[in-house]
């Protein structure tokens, strides 16, 4: 038995510490975790990548340049992703060895694409570095997938891309560091970094089976309905507006383009995350922003406008075709479809940026044909709608669900999850302090927190609102 003197002291240490171990358990959030992962990696990716295209605009021109970056590239990112969904598919266990092998080899790549004086050297190591950007970004979906909840899924992703961007234009600052083959050291030191990140495991209490809200279970028509609505999105966007090499060669700052991009994927996650048919629609009214670009084409419109609108808009595509694919992932229980909405887009940008570039000089063509794809991907769109957001009929939900979707809903900590189940079977806090083996007044500190959270004045209010009813 412990003195009195022995349990004020340990209260004591249990309130300085309880702050700290809130912290250290956010940390370890999943989606946290997963935003950190995701930023260091597309960094990295987006890095080297851009690193190689001002290396190659050096060595060939503009238009042969566009058409290995923004198509051979992207169909290439596109097959990593794919060799990603084939062996998580058929080895599951070498997921994790896998991706340590992509960022070493991504980063041995990158040397000869930055470094390579001859422009066969330049290309081919390029060209397999797209493969390894591929390969990644398959892995962070897929992590994505299995470790975060789904109404937080698309808010990380946004963070994570938009944190990577705006680190991305501060290296910008640095004095023509993308034309230095120092470039390399910076990707060696990101490479680092996310070998040991990939390793940091999330608070597994935080991700628990549950069904996608809003969404049925996918068939296989309704896939290839919802990847031909992807790839469609994809097409017409590039198809009003192509990134082209040449206007970096004029003077375009692609790093400060991109800063609205960030702004994009930040509104996208945020809105995707509190409706999933939000951010669907948002991405459709979108898909308005390439018509405008074909209408301001012979404008006297400053470049970079362009650049910066279109950039915003793609903001918008990119959660919404990762989001839609990894819920259905989840909702399937089959997790190597998580980055297939990427490799879908991928392929959309190809064709997309292939089309635009091809008919630059046929404006009334890429008109007809832009909008005949802009039609289509409506009618598909809508005919995807109604089995992945129309209401389901209401019905029972088991307890389990119930509890897992008030916790999700309020953000509650596995600690405060503990609380809460107690508190339904209508224990004491003296009695939740022995089942937990803690002091009554961390129970007190716990089920404080818990009620600020719900936004409840007494644990009877919470408990009305946990069952639905009007608090008194």
């Not at 171990?21 to 956010?26: Q, S, Y």
């Not at 169909?75 to 598919?89: D, E, P, S, T, Y």
């Not at 609108?309 to 989001?323: C, E, K, P, V």
Request: charged residues 15%; glycine residues 8%; aromatic residues 10%.
């Amino acid at each position: 038995m412990l003195s009195q003197a022995q349990k004020i002291e340990t209260e004591g240490k249990e309130r300085v510490l309880a702050p700290r171990l809130a912290l250290g358990r956010t940390m370890r959030h999943p989606a946290v975790v997963s935003a950190a992962i995701i930023c260091l990696c597309f960094l990295l990716t987006s890095t080297g990548w851009l690193a190689w295209e001002y290396h190659l605009l050096g060595q060939v021109p503009a238009g042969i340049a566009d058409a290995l970056t923004m198509g051979v590239g992207y169909a290439l990112q596109a097959a990593g992703i794919g060799l990603f969904a084939l062996i998580q598919r058929r080895r599951g266990e070498w997921v994790e060895k896998g991706m340590f092998a992509a960022l070493i080899l991504h980063t041995l790549c990158l040397i000869p694409a930055i470094l390579s004086r001859s422009p066969a050297g330049t290309i081919a190591a390029g060209l397999a570095l797209n493969v390894f950007c591929g390969y990644i970004a398959g892995y962070y979906l897929h992590r994505l997938t299995r470790t975060v909840a789904a109404n937080r899924r698309a808010t990380a992703l946004g963070v994570g891309y938009g944190l990577s961007i705006l680190a991305s234009w501060l290296l910008s600052r640095l004095d023509g560091i993308y034309y230095s083959s120092k470039v390399w050291i910076i990707c060696l030191g990101l490479t680092a970094l996310a070998l040991g990140l990939i390793q940091w495991r999330p608070t597994p209490a935080e991700k628990e089976s549950a069904p996608t809200d809003g969404m049925s279970a996918p068939r296989r028509g309704l896939l290839c309905t919802v990847g031909a609505v992807v790839l469609l999105f994809s097409v017409v966007n590039n198809s009003g507006f192509a990134f082209s090499a040449a206007d970096l060669v004029l003077g375009i700052q692609v790093e400060s383009s991109r800063l609205f991009y960030a702004v994009g994927l930040l509104i996208a996650g945020l809105v995707t995350d509190r409706d999933r048919k939000y951010g669907a629609v948002a991405a459709l009214a979108a898909l308005v922003i390439p018509f405008m670009m074909l209408a301001l084409r012979r404008e006297p419109v400053s470049v970079t406008v362009l650049w910066a609108l279109n950039y915003f808009a793609y903001g918008f595509y990119s959660i919404y075709r990762m989001i839609v694919f990894s819920d259905l992932a989840e909702k399937q229980g089959l997790l190597y479809l998580a980055g297939v909405g990427l490799l879908i887009g991928r392929l959309g940008d190809a064709v997309g940026e292939a089309v635009c570039l091809s008919l630059a000089d046929a404006t009334l063509a890429l008109i007809f044909l832009a909008a005949l794809l802009f039609v289509t991907a409506v009618f598909l769109f809508f005919r995807a709608y109604r089995p992945l957001y129309a209401p389901q009929a209401v019905r029972q939900q088991s307890e389990q669900e119930r509890f897992y979707h008030f916790a999700v809903q309020h953000d509650l900590s596995a600690r405060e999850r503990d609380m809460l189940r107690l508190l339904l079977e209508g224990k004491a806090n003296g009695e939740i302090a022995q089942t937990l083996s803690i002091s009554e007044n961390t129970v007190k500190f716990h089920i404080r927190n818990l009620l600020q959270k719900t936004g409840c004045k007494n644990r009877n209010e919470l408990l009305a609102v946990y069952m639905g009813q009007k608090p008194q």
